[in-house]
Every structure is written in C-alpha cells, then in structure tokens.
C-alpha cells in the first residue's frame, strides 16, 4: 500500500528542489542557485510494487562482453575488465518487499566468450524509456566489500555525436565498495576513446551513514548545467564539457553531447577498474536494492539557457610553478639541465625540471644526451628496450594548469626513421591519470618538423599536471626533441578564413553540417546581403542553415552564403553535394572564386529548388592553378523565398586507391599500432616490412595490433584487400575493416605460417564511410603460443572498376 500511495502522490505533486551549498561553495555561489529554482513533475517511474519486474520498463543486457551495434563482440569485461556475467535470471535480480534486488553470486558460468566467475545483473531502459533534460532520482541501498562496484547511470539513446564517449555519459551515482562512506558523479565526453575525458567529484557521506544504508541520490540536468544531489544536498555542479568526431575540424556547438535523449541504466559489477577485484575479504552474494526510480521534467515554465563555456585567464595560485617571463609553462625548454632518471616506483618526479621515466613494470629502457641541432639543444632520448606499451620510456616535466584556460602545446622532433611517439597533458596518480589534452599521436621522420596543439583545461586547476612523450613501444629508433613550450594561448580566436586542408573524411568544407563551433552554428560560414533586414540563423531544432530573406529587388549576387579558405588542386575532379529546400520553387546559384573574388573558377550552376528537401550534386573539374584559399559561394539572391541549406560535401571523386605505404618503404607511416596491457609486444618497419615482435599475445585478439585510419570507402563498390603475411610459429590472424564505432563491412580470419604467402579478398561495403583497416595479431585460437615474429608487407587496398 505504502508504494501505491507514493505513486498517486508523486504524480500530483510539483515537487521542488532546495538548493544546499557545500563548505567550497561561498555565498555568492549559493544566491546563483537560488535564482533559479525549478520544479518538477513526474513524467517516469518505476515503484517496484508489481511482482515481478516490469519489461514494459526495463531489459537487460546478457553476458560480460561490449558489443557493437550488429551484435559483435568488441571488448570483454564490458571494457573495464569486470569480471562478472551479467544475466535475466531471478537469482540476479527481482523484486522483494517493494524493492528491486540485483544480486551478485560468487558461481561459474560459461558461454563461447570464456568461463567467469561472477554472476549479477544489468538493467537498463533503453528502447523503452529516454527523455532530454530533467531531473532523475532513485532511493538505494549498496553493497560493501573489495571488488563491488554498483552504479546508476545513463547512456544516450542514439550515439549522435560518435562513439563511446563523444555522445556522452551521465553517472548519477557510482560507488567503492572498498570505500563505504563516498559515492561519485561523472560525466563522459570529448572524443572517441582514447580521446575521451571525464569530470566529476566525489561525496563523502556523513558519518555513519555509508552507502549501505538507504540514501536518496538525483541530478538534475538542464541546457548547459547538471547537479547532482545526495540526500538533497548538492555536492556538485558541471557545465563545461564537449563533444567532437574525428571527421570535425572543431567541437560540436555546445551545449552537445548532452543535449539528447538518455536511457537509464541500473548494475551491480564485481572487479574491474574501478574498485579492483574481489579478495579473500569479499563476501558473496551481496546485492544493491533500489526503493524507487523516478524521472521528472521541468513544470514551470522553460529550461535554462545554456551559456557557452569559454577559455579564461588563469590566475594560477600562489604554490604553483609559475610561467617564464615569455610565458613558457615549461622550464628548461632546450635541455641545459641534466634529466633526472626514474627507473623505481617509488621514487618521485623533480617537479620543476625534466624526467626520463623508465618504470620496471612496464619493462622500458633508455638513455638521453643532448645534442646541439641549429644551434639550440635538443634531448636525444634513445630507447634500448622500447618495452610493451607506450608510457614504457616517457620524458615528462611537470606544468601547472589552470581550470577553464586554453593551453597550445609545440615542439620540434625527429627521428632517424619513421617511427611514433604520443604527446599529451594529464593528471598524475592522484587525479586518475585523467587526460586533459587528446593523446597527440605525432609521426615523426628523419627530417625535423615543428609540431602543436591546443586543449582546453577543463578539469580543476592542477599545479603538478604533467607534459608526457611516450616513446615506448615503438623500435629502438631514438627521437629528438626540443624548443618545447606549454602557454596559455585563451584570447587567441580562430581564423575562420585560413586554408582548410581537408577533413579526415576528404571533405574540404567545415561544418558542412551547421552543427559545430559557436552556439549559433555558423562557424567557419559567413552569410552577406545588401540589405539588413535579412537573416541568416541555424536552429537547435532543424541544424540546417536557413537565409530569412525580405522582399525587395535584388540580383543573385546580392546575397550569399560563403566558406573561405577552400583547397582546390589543378585537374583534380571534385563532386559537391548538399541537401537544399525553399519556402517556394525557385532558383538558386553556385560558384567558386579565388581569395581576391576575381577569378570564377566555374560558370556559376544553376540549381531549382522547392518545398521538399532534396539532394543535389554537382561535378566539375579544378582547371585553374593550385588555390588553397578559394571561396564557395552559395547566391541567394533574386527570389524573396527562403533558402534552407544542409550536408555540404566538397570532396574529390572517389579514391580509387584509400591505403596509403602499403609496401611500408617509408616505414611506419600512415600506420598506426595498440598493445593491451595484457600483451608484451612492439610494432617496428624492418627491410620495408612490418616487423610484429610477440612474447605474450594477450587475451584478446585486438591485444596485439596495426591499423591504418581514415579510409574513405563508398557504398556499393567492390573492393579488393591485398596483403602478404608469414608467422614464425603457425597460427591465426584477425583482418577487419571497421569504422569508429567498430561496425565491421569486412572480417577475416587468416590462417599464417613460416612460408610467405599471398592473401586476397573482395568485399562491397553495405555503407559509405570512413574506416580503419585492422591487423588483429594478438590472442590465436592456437593458443598458448611462444614468442614469436609476424611479417606484414604489400598490403593493397583499391576499387575494383
């Protein structure tokens, strides 16, 4: 009776939020609070005062691997080695006393992924319940001890922005079992992994009031803003996060990722990253109760506006190392104090100079000395033992970072051949070893280049955040490095205008898709009329481009949508698409001009549109020289109707050949490799192969790998994969073509041995889409296999007309 009530009254009830500041929290803070304060209406529930669990509600997910869309298998341990086996049986979860109990049991269970340990439970809403904005709340009670990890959390319902986590993760309330008395709230964003980033804070309950006792645990997210709560408390407020794909030249326009639907997840997992793995203290079976969930939505009146999070000045504190007169956050940026080597776990970092690490469990040796190169010094760190894995030999100097500013990263480096190193900004064990900057994959040769990047500082401000150059795991190759600079770059603005070179994905146009840049989505785009009452707009809703045009004389070229800085190559063939409509049938025009607008490259075409949105496309030939600062012209004028423009595609004519130094006679180049932690391997070019080194395959084929990114194949065209391989010890080999959320249009198991041979095969993509070609070389259905050597050469990848 008593959950029937609280039901009925939860519907009629608007229920509002207090707003409770913690000690780091002033009062100014709290009166922001308190200017708005929402109420709430149930819009979800779920009571649990039904026998059984309702599957109009919740469903499951089975087993104990992450898989892709289609089904397949991507990763195991749901992608943070956990170790239980997730099942719908009523041993794992059903309901009692009003309450949901998902139990984890110590017991055994087998299925074609492996034998597991563990058994416990995964409900979630997907496919049944989503919403945008709102507030969500559930009453728990969790279990304690070394290895329980239980969890509420969301998803989104569509992966909008790309995969795992560039479309976003909310955790609403995640906990240590090792830890009784703190709960955590997180958000996941940025890119892909590994370029995804995390922020969020820990709650400490009060005393004698750990997790195992019943609290009540709720965010609230609106446009731009997420709280979280324990008890009504608000420990913590978010509003600075991001999303971007790898085919995007800047981030989607904020407030994305969240600002689509999310699904409810609920789980009990056992072992993993997280807390660990069970120990002989471990109790079993425990179980996570979960009184009620409810979702509400926002009753009076509209969501907060979202304010756009912009980079900063930082005012670093007092104790933090402090910038060089010329701005520099790194000290001794041209090597003229000597390294400090770090070769045991315990030792530390000097905190104001260079560090050659080389932990022993990571199984890295190497040396440095400086050498001068145009009169400066450079680091000349070269690498004995190159070790399994990528922070295996570092250089790091320690950098103070400041929350909300912009940092640019640059340098010089070189090899002696081609060969990889990963550049990035992050935390140190105290922070997770949280990334702050993307890890910077930098390609190097034997001729000295200059490289950059920028990030935005988006976690709390960190006086001991570190500059790493992971140069593990790839040869013994030595690498140069020197004029390095760290500086706070956050006024500088984006030129809009420069030269684009063209996306990963071949498109020469930016933001082709109105979705990305400022909050009005018409980076990179500039729209020009003669006469002021005309509107150029992109809304939230329609991300499509739309020209409000008045009535009044005018020619074609009175008005126009523009993108500069377009690359055009002499006789190259170039095919421009894009989706177009109007208020009315009329006409618009297209044309390309060079940076002066002097010079037409072409006649400008004529194109009709009306009412439907259509998709248009036209083809033509770059006759003209070489212009890498051309203009797309779109002319708008002549007609009072409307205009509504999407999808912008400026490419060249299929490439008939994607795969590029697949003789490997420059190395490494265009390639790119992994190596799990549980694997012990290196990935090196030999005699103009790919030379793969193997002591401990891993446990999973993708332990071990090599790969080449960003190929643009089409949809319906047969392909043809070429490529020779030979194995020092017989086994298999796994070869796929996969895009970023690890869909496969193509996948090979292919038996090698100690004789070279051949290998070929035809495929046709179900999809038109830019892919990784993958070599997966770690654990061999023939396994347990000894140290071993693998060989690739002559890999080809080409259209078959």
């Given at each position: 009776?008593?959950?029937?009530?609280?039901?009925?009254?939860?519907?009629?009830?608007?229920?509002?939020?207090g707003?409770?500041?913690?000690?780091?929290?002033?009062?100014?803070?709290?009166?922001?609070?308190?200017?708005?304060?929402?109420?709430?209406s149930?819009?979800?529930?779920?009571?649990?005062?039904?026998?059984?669990?309702?599957?109009s509600?919740?469903?499951?997910?089975?087993?104990?691997?992450?898989?892709?869309?289609?089904?397949?298998?991507?990763?195991?341990?749901?992608?943070?080695?956990?170790?239980?086996?997730?099942?719908?049986?009523?041993?794992?979860?059903?309901?009692?006393?009003?309450?949901?109990?998902?139990?984890?049991?110590?017991?055994?269970?087998?299925?074609?992924?492996?034998?597991?340990?563990y058994?416990?439970?995964?409900?979630?809403?997907?496919?049944?319940?989503?919403?945008?904005?709102?507030r969500?709340?559930?009453?728990?009670?969790?279990?304690?001890?070394?290895?329980?990890?239980?969890?509420?959390?969301?998803?989104p319902?569509?992966?909008?922005?790309?995969?795992?986590?560039?479309?976003?993760?909310?955790?609403?309330?995640?906990?240590?079992?090792?830890?009784?008395?703190?709960?955590?709230?997180?958000?996941?964003?940025?890119?892909?992994?590994?370029?995804?980033?995390?922020?969020?804070?820990?709650?400490?309950?009060?005393?004698?009031?750990?997790?195992?006792?019943?609290h009540?645990?709720?965010?609230?997210?609106?446009p731009?803003?997420?709280?979280?709560?324990?008890?009504?408390?608000?420990?913590?407020?978010?509003?600075?996060?991001?999303?971007?794909?790898?085919?995007?030249?800047?981030?989607?326009?904020?407030?994305?990722?969240?600002?689509?639907?999310?699904?409810?997840?609920?789980?009990?997992?056992?072992?993993?990253?997280?807390?660990?793995?069970?120990?002989?203290?471990?109790?079993?079976?425990?179980?996570?109760?979960?009184?009620?969930?409810?979702?509400?939505d926002?009753?009076?009146?509209?969501?907060?506006?979202?304010?756009?999070?912009?980079?900063?000045?930082?005012?670093?504190?007092?104790?933090?190392?402090?910038?060089t007169?010329?701005?520099?956050?790194?000290?001794d940026?041209?090597?003229?104090?000597?390294?400090?080597?770090?070769?045991?776990?315990?030792?530390?970092?000097?905190?104001?100079?260079?560090?050659?690490?080389?932990?022993?469990?990571?199984?890295?040796?190497?040396?440095?000395?400086?050498?001068?190169?145009?009169?400066?010094?450079?680091?000349?760190?070269s690498p004995?033992?190159?070790?399994?894995?990528?922070h295996?030999?570092?250089?790091?100097?320690?950098?103070?970072?400041?929350?909300?500013?912009?940092?640019?990263?640059?340098?010089?480096?070189?090899?002696?051949?081609?060969?990889?190193?990963?550049?990035?900004?992050?935390g140190?064990?105290?922070?997770?070893?949280s990334?702050?900057?993307?890890?910077?994959t930098i390609?190097?040769?034997?001729?000295?280049?200059?490289?950059?990047?920028?990030?935005?500082?988006?976690?709390?401000?960190?006086?001991?955040?570190?500059?790493?150059?992971?140069?593990?795991?790839?040869?013994t190759?030595?690498?140069?490095?020197?004029?390095?600079?760290?500086?706070?770059?956050?006024?500088?603005?984006?030129?809009e205008?420069?030269?684009?070179?063209?996306l990963?994905?071949?498109?020469?146009?930016?933001?082709?898709?109105?979705?990305?840049?400022?909050?009005?989505?018409?980076?990179?785009?500039?729209?020009e009329?003669?006469?002021?009452?005309?509107?150029?707009?992109?809304?939230?809703?329609?991300?499509?481009?739309?020209?409000?045009?008045?009535?009044?004389p005018?020619?074609?070229?009175?008005?126009?949508?523009?993108?500069?800085?377009?690359?055009?190559?002499?006789?190259?063939?170039?095919?421009?698409?894009?989706?177009?409509?109007?208020?009315?049938?009329?006409?618009?025009?297209?044309?390309?001009?060079?940076?002066?607008?002097?010079?037409?490259?072409?006649t400008?075409?004529?194109?009709?549109?009306?009412?439907?949105?259509?998709?248009?496309?036209?083809?033509?030939?770059?006759?003209g020289?070489?212009?890498?600062?051309?203009?797309?012209?779109?002319y708008?004028?002549?007609?009072?109707?409307?205009?509504?423009?999407?999808?912008?595609v400026?490419?060249?004519?299929?490439?008939?050949?994607?795969?590029?130094?697949?003789?490997?006679?420059?190395?490494?180049?265009?390639?790119s490799?992994?190596?799990?932690?549980?694997?012990?391997?290196?990935?090196?070019s030999?005699?103009?192969?790919?030379?793969?080194?193997?002591?401990?395959?891993?446990?999973?084929?993708?332990?071990?790998?090599?790969?080449?990114?960003?190929?643009?194949?089409?949809?319906?065209?047969?392909?043809?994969?070429?490529?020779?391989?030979?194995?020092?010890?017989?086994?298999?080999?796994?070869?796929?073509?996969?895009?970023?959320?690890?869909?496969?249009?193509?996948?090979?198991?292919?038996?090698?041995?100690?004789?070279?041979?051949?290998?070929?095969?035809?495929?046709?993509?179900?999809?038109?889409?830019?892919?990784s070609?993958?070599?997966?070389?770690?654990?061999?259905?023939?396994s347990p296999?000894g140290?071993?050597?693998?060989?690739?050469?002559?890999?080809?990848?080409?259209?078959?007309k």
């Amino acid at each position: 009776m008593k959950k029937t009530c609280a039901l009925i009254l939860s519907a009629l009830l608007v229920i509002p939020t207090g707003v409770s500041a913690t000690p780091k929290e002033g009062a100014d803070s709290v009166k922001n609070k308190m200017q708005h304060k929402p109420k709430w209406s149930l819009t979800w529930s779920d009571e649990f005062n039904k026998p059984g669990i309702d599957r109009s509600k919740w469903t499951y997910d089975i087993g104990n691997w992450l898989k892709d869309e289609e089904g397949n298998n991507v990763a195991p341990g749901w992608g943070n080695e956990e170790k239980q086996y997730y099942t719908n049986s009523k041993d794992n979860s059903f309901i009692k006393d009003g309450k949901l109990i998902i139990r984890a049991q110590k017991e055994t269970i087998t299925d074609d992924t492996g034998t597991y340990d563990y058994t416990s439970a995964k409900l979630k809403t997907k496919g049944l319940f989503s919403q945008t904005y709102g507030r969500y709340e559930l009453r728990a009670k969790l279990p304690t001890g070394k290895g329980y990890w239980p969890a509420l959390w969301m998803l989104p319902e569509k992966d909008k922005y790309g995969g795992w986590a560039a479309s976003g993760e909310i955790d609403i309330m995640e906990a240590w079992g090792s830890r009784p008395n703190v709960v955590a709230g997180t958000i996941h964003y940025g890119e892909t992994w590994p370029n995804n980033r995390y922020t969020g804070k820990e709650y400490v309950l009060p005393e004698g009031q750990g997790i195992n006792t019943w609290h009540t645990y709720a965010v609230e997210w609106e446009p731009g803003e997420i709280r979280w709560y324990v008890d009504g408390v608000l420990y913590q407020t978010q509003n600075a996060w991001y999303a971007k794909n790898q085919n995007n030249p800047i981030n989607f326009s904020y407030p994305a990722p969240f600002d689509q639907n999310f699904y409810l997840i609920m789980n009990l997992a056992v072992g993993g990253h997280f807390d660990g793995d069970p120990d002989e203290t471990t109790t079993f079976p425990q179980q996570m109760e979960i009184d009620y969930v409810r979702v509400y939505d926002l009753k009076n009146g509209d969501y907060r506006d979202p304010v756009e999070p912009t980079p900063q000045p930082v005012e670093l504190p007092a104790d933090a190392k402090q910038p060089t007169a010329d701005g520099n956050l790194i000290y001794d940026g041209n090597f003229e104090k000597p390294f400090t080597f770090i070769t045991q776990n315990e030792q530390t970092l000097d905190n104001l100079y260079w560090n050659l690490v080389t932990l022993p469990d990571f199984g890295g040796e190497a040396s440095v000395k400086t050498e001068p190169i145009n009169e400066k010094n450079f680091a000349k760190i070269s690498p004995t033992t190159p070790g399994s894995l990528l922070h295996s030999v570092q250089a790091i100097q320690n950098v103070s970072l400041g929350k909300s500013g912009r940092y640019k990263v640059s340098f010089d480096a070189k090899s002696t051949a081609d060969r990889q190193m990963v550049v990035k900004a992050g935390g140190g064990a105290d922070r997770g070893w949280s990334k702050y900057s993307n890890e910077e994959t930098i390609k190097l040769s034997d001729s000295l280049q200059s490289y950059a990047f920028t990030f935005d500082m988006l976690a709390e401000t960190d006086i001991a955040a570190r500059l790493e150059f992971n140069l593990g795991n790839n040869g013994t190759a030595p690498v140069w490095i020197g004029n390095v600079r760290v500086e706070e770059v956050t006024n500088e603005p984006i030129d809009e205008a420069a030269s684009k070179p063209p996306l990963k994905d071949g498109n020469h146009v930016y933001n082709g898709t109105f979705d990305q840049g400022s909050m009005d989505r018409m980076t990179y785009w500039s729209f020009e009329s003669n006469n002021k009452k005309d509107k150029a707009t992109v809304s939230e809703e329609s991300r499509e481009f739309h020209a409000k045009l008045k009535v009044h004389p005018s020619k074609a070229t009175d008005k126009f949508l523009v993108q500069k800085g377009i690359q055009l190559t002499k006789d190259n063939e170039y095919v421009l698409s894009f989706k177009g409509r109007a208020d009315k049938d009329r006409e618009i025009k297209i044309g390309l001009l060079n940076e002066d607008g002097n010079i037409s490259y072409i006649t400008p075409q004529e194109m009709e549109l009306n009412k439907k949105s259509n998709q248009y496309e036209m083809k033509f030939t770059h006759t003209g020289e070489t212009d890498s600062n051309s203009q797309l012209i779109f002319y708008l004028g002549g007609d009072s109707a409307d205009v509504y423009l999407d999808d912008i595609v400026l490419k060249t004519e299929v490439d008939m050949n994607p795969l590029q130094n697949g003789d490997f006679s420059s190395g490494l180049s265009n390639w790119s490799n992994y190596v799990h932690f549980d694997a012990t391997a290196s990935v090196e070019s030999e005699n103009e192969q790919a030379k793969i080194s193997i002591v401990n395959e891993g446990n999973e084929t993708w332990s071990v790998l090599l790969e080449q990114a960003n190929l643009a194949l089409v949809e319906g065209l047969q392909y043809e994969l070429r490529f020779t391989a030979r194995s020092e010890i017989a086994r298999d080999i796994e070869v796929t073509l996969e895009n970023a959320q690890y869909n496969r249009y193509f996948n090979e198991k292919v038996q090698v041995g100690a004789e070279e041979k051949n290998y070929t095969y035809t495929f046709t993509p179900s999809a038109t889409d830019t892919m990784s070609l993958k070599f997966l070389l770690g654990k061999s259905t023939q396994s347990p296999i000894g140290t071993h050597t693998i060989f690739l050469d002559n890999v080809e990848l080409k259209a078959v007309k």
